[in-house]
C-alpha cells in the first residue's frame, strides 16, 4: 500500500507542472510566432501574446511550400507504414508465441536486438537494398554459380533489378519492420490463458481462424495504442523519406517541405510563415494523439484481458 505524503504530493504535483510547462511552452510559441506578421515576430523580446495574422500565414505557408500533395503523401506513408508494423509485428508475435519450433526464442532475441539499431545506423546497407530489392536474390545466384550455369545452357543472363527510389513502396517497405510492436504484441499473447487456446482447438478453430477471431479482437487496445505511436513516428519520418526521394514534387512528404519555408540566408526573415507551417504540419498527428489518447493509455497499462 502506497502511503499518502504533503510532501510527496507536492513532489509529484510540481514535477508534473514542470512537465507540462516545458512540453506545452514551445508549442504556444509556435502558435504565438504563427499568429504574428513579420515586424511582430522580428521583435526582441518576442511578444508571447497572439496577434491576429494566423489564417493569412496558414494560407501563405500553404500555397508557398504546396503542403497539399506533400499531405498527402505523408498521409500515405503513414498510414501504409502504420499499417504494415501493426500486421507484421502481430503476426511475429503470434509465430513466436502459439508456435512450438526449436529456434523461436533465436528469433525473438534476434528481432529485440534491432532496437539497438534505429534506421540511422543501417541507412546505408537500407539504402542499397532499396536501389535494387531483389540484389542479394541476384547475389545467391551467382555465388552458387547458377546465373553462369543458365546463362551457358540458354545463352540468357538473368538479371534481377526491384528500383524501390522515388516510390511509395521504397519510402513504406523498409520502414514497416518494428521489434517494439513485436515485443508489446508478444507480452499480450502471452497473457492468453491455455484454456482459450484449447477451447479454441476443440471447437475446430485453425492457426488462422484462431488469429483472426480470437487474437486480434483480444488485442484491438494494444493495436490501437502501437497505431498511434507508429503513426506520429512515420509522419515525423525525415531522413529516409529525404535520402530516398529525388522526385521531391511527386514524392516528397511533408515534413521535408518544411524546409522550403525556412528563410533563406539573405531572404526576407518570415519566421511567422514557417511557425504557421509548423502548425499545418504537426496538426494530424496532433489529432491522432488526441482522438487516441483513451485507447492508447488502456493498451499500456491495462492488464484486464
Known sequence: ??????????????????????????????????????????????????????????????????????????????????????????????????????????????????????????????YSIAANALLPFQTILD?????????????VRIGLEWNLLNSYTGLILPLVATATGTFLYRQF????????????????????????????????TNMLALATIMFVSSWNQYLWPLLITTDRKNFGTVVMQLKALIPAQNGTPDWNVTMAGALIIMLPPLLVVALMQRWFVRGLISRDK
Open 189 to 220: 499473447f502471452m497473457t492468453i490463458p491455455d484454456e482459450l487456446v484449447e477451447a479454441s482447438k476443440m471447437d475446430g478453430s485453425g492457426p488462422i481462424r484462431f488469429f483472426l477471431d480470437v487474437l486480434l479482437p483480444l488485442s484491438r
Open 143 to 155: 555465388v552458387f554459380g547458377i546465373t553462369g550455369l543458365i546463362e551457358t545452357l540458354s545463352g
Open 1 to 126: 500500500m502506497i502511503e499518502r505524503s504533503p510532501l510527496f504530493d507536492f513532489i509529484t504535483y510540481a514535477t508534473m507542472i514542470l512537465g507540462m510547462f516545458l512540453v506545452l511552452v514551445p508549442f504556444w510559441i509556435t502558435i504565438v510566432a504563427g499568429s504574428q506578421n513579420l515586424q511582430e515576430v522580428s521583435q526582441v523580446p518576442l511578444n508571447l501574446w497572439p496577434s491576429g495574422h494566423l489564417v493569412e500565414n496558414i494560407q501563405t505557408a500553404w500555397t508557398r511550400s504546396d503542403l497539399g500533395p506533400k499531405m498527402i503523401n505523408s498521409l500515405i506513408v503513414a498510414v501504409g507504414v502504420t499499417t504494415g508494423k501493426i500486421i507484421l509485428a502481430a503476426l511475429s508475435a503470434f509465430a513466436i508465441v502459439f508456435f512450438n519450433f526449436r529456434a523461436r526464442m533465436i528469433c525473438f532475441w534476434l528481432i529485440f536486438i534491432t532496437l539497438m539499431l534505429p534506421l540511422e545506423v543501417r541507412i546505408v546497407p537500407t
